[in-house]
């Protein structure tokens, strides 16, 4: 007989809806073929460095996180809203994913949501970060209607953490190393912690770089249970030349079904991402959705 994981999970348990998100594709299995999200291109500027990321990108055929093809002001994000809500009535979430990182503007992401829950307040207001900028925020987040937080931990050792991100910007000055990797950890923890206390569903994820974090990973999904984390979400690298990082392999399916299990020990496995861009609309499990 297994525990019970913080939050009343059962390990082993079928996962189903994280509480309080029927209809949201990426925390309810199965809204993914019914319910859609539209992430809106607010944020184009980031706050820390990772070693696999490139946002240069405008090509409207490459679908991963960090890229958009084009970026909207508050105003336009709405308008933009309201053409896709017109054009496909089954979206239910609007969330700002990028291209950079929402929390290193977050005046213009607090202003987009704010407008969402003033016209749209039937959409659900979700919102993907690195965390560094986000423990301030939470309150102001959730008074403009957001109501489901992601936010990416890679690494849970300062050590590891070392070896993905090369800079952390935090009030003009520039951190890396170990030092970088260990404030952006306390900065995760205290800002997923915060979400939970004002009552906000919290997604972990995770990017799993092989031969840097896959013998790492089942200890972030211990810490986000820990921290009240709702459930996790283990995505495979994509490796872009150019990038420090981008001559690794992406993880074999076989490795990330074997490491989601063992993570499952933890907190729930999403296991359908997308791995959508900051512009992406539609339903995830529709052809040419990102
Ligand atoms: S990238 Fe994954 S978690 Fe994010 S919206 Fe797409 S399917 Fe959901």
Same mark, same amino acid.
């Given at each position: 007989?297994?525990?019970?994981?913080? $939050? !009343?999970?059962?390990? #082993?348990?079928?996962?189903?809806?994280?509480?309080?998100?029927? &209809?949201?594709?990426?925390?309810? @299995?199965?809204?993914?073929?019914?319910?859609?999200?539209?992430?809106?291109?607010?944020?184009?500027?980031?706050? %820390?460095?990772? !070693?696999?990321?490139?946002?240069?990108?405008?090509?409207?055929?490459?679908?991963?996180?960090?890229?958009?093809?084009?970026?909207?002001?508050? /105003?336009?994000?709405?308008? +933009?809203?309201?053409?896709?809500? +017109?054009?496909?009535?089954?979206?239910?979430?609007? $969330? =700002?994913? $990028?291209? &950079?990182?929402?929390?290193?503007?977050?005046?213009? =992401?607090?202003?987009?949501?704010?407008?969402?829950?003033?016209?749209?307040?039937?959409?659900?207001?979700?919102?993907?970060?690195? #965390?560094?900028?986000?423990?301030?925020?939470?309150?102001?987040?959730?008074? +403009? &209607?957001?109501? *489901?937080?992601?936010?990416?931990?890679?690494?849970?050792?300062?050590? =590891? &953490?070392?070896? %993905?991100?090369?800079?952390?910007?935090?009030?003009?000055?520039?951190?890396?190393?170990?030092? !970088?990797?260990?404030?952006?950890?306390?900065?995760?923890? /205290?800002?997923?912690?915060?979400?939970?206390?004002?009552?906000?569903?919290?997604?972990?994820?995770?990017?799993?770089?092989?031969?840097?974090?896959?013998? *790492?990973?089942?200890?972030?999904?211990?810490?986000?249970?820990?921290? !009240?984390?709702? /459930?996790?979400?283990? %995505? #495979?690298?994509?490796?872009?030349?150019?990038? /420090?990082?981008?001559?690794?392999?992406?993880?074999?399916?076989? =490795?990330?079904?074997?490491?989601?299990?063992?993570?499952?020990? *933890?907190?729930?496995?999403?296991?359908?991402?997308?791995?959508?861009?900051? @512009?992406?609309?539609?339903?995830?499990?529709?052809?040419?959705?990102?």
């Amino acid at each position: 007989m297994h525990a019970v994981a913080p $939050g !009343g999970f059962r390990p #082993g348990a079928p996962s189903g809806p994280a509480k309080g998100s029927p &209809g949201h594709p990426c925390f309810d @299995d199965a809204a993914r073929s019914t319910s859609g999200r539209v992430h809106l291109p607010v944020a184009p500027a980031c706050n %820390i460095a990772c !070693g696999y990321c490139d946002r240069r990108s405008d090509c409207p055929n490459e679908c991963r996180p960090g890229v958009a093809s084009r970026l909207l002001s508050p /105003r336009e994000a709405e308008a +933009a809203l309201a053409d896709a809500l +017109a054009r496909d009535p089954r979206i239910r979430v609007a $969330g =700002v994913a $990028g291209p &950079g990182d929402p929390m290193a503007m977050p005046e213009a =992401v607090v202003e987009t949501f704010a407008r969402i829950k003033a016209r749209f307040p039937w959409l659900i207001g979700c919102l993907s970060t690195n #965390g560094l900028g986000l423990p301030e925020h939470v309150d102001a987040l959730a008074r +403009a &209607g957001v109501s *489901h937080v992601t936010v990416t931990v890679n690494a849970v050792r300062p050590e =590891v &953490g070392a070896r %993905i991100y090369d800079a952390v910007r935090w009030q003009g000055r520039e951190l890396s190393g170990q030092e !970088g990797a260990g404030f952006l950890l306390e900065r995760q923890r /205290r800002g997923i912690a915060a979400c939970r206390a004002r009552g906000l569903t919290v997604k972990v994820n995770t990017v799993l770089a092989p031969g840097v974090n896959d013998a *790492h990973v089942e200890d972030v999904a211990r810490e986000a249970a820990r921290l !009240g984390a709702d /459930r996790m979400n283990l %995505i #495979g690298l994509i490796p872009v030349p150019g990038t /420090r990082l981008g001559d690794l392999p992406a993880p074999c399916p076989g =490795v990330l079904a074997a490491l989601r299990g063992r993570c499952a020990r *933890h907190l729930p496995q999403m296991r359908h991402c997308a791995r959508c861009r900051a @512009d992406a609309a539609g339903l995830l499990d529709e052809a040419g959705c990102c």
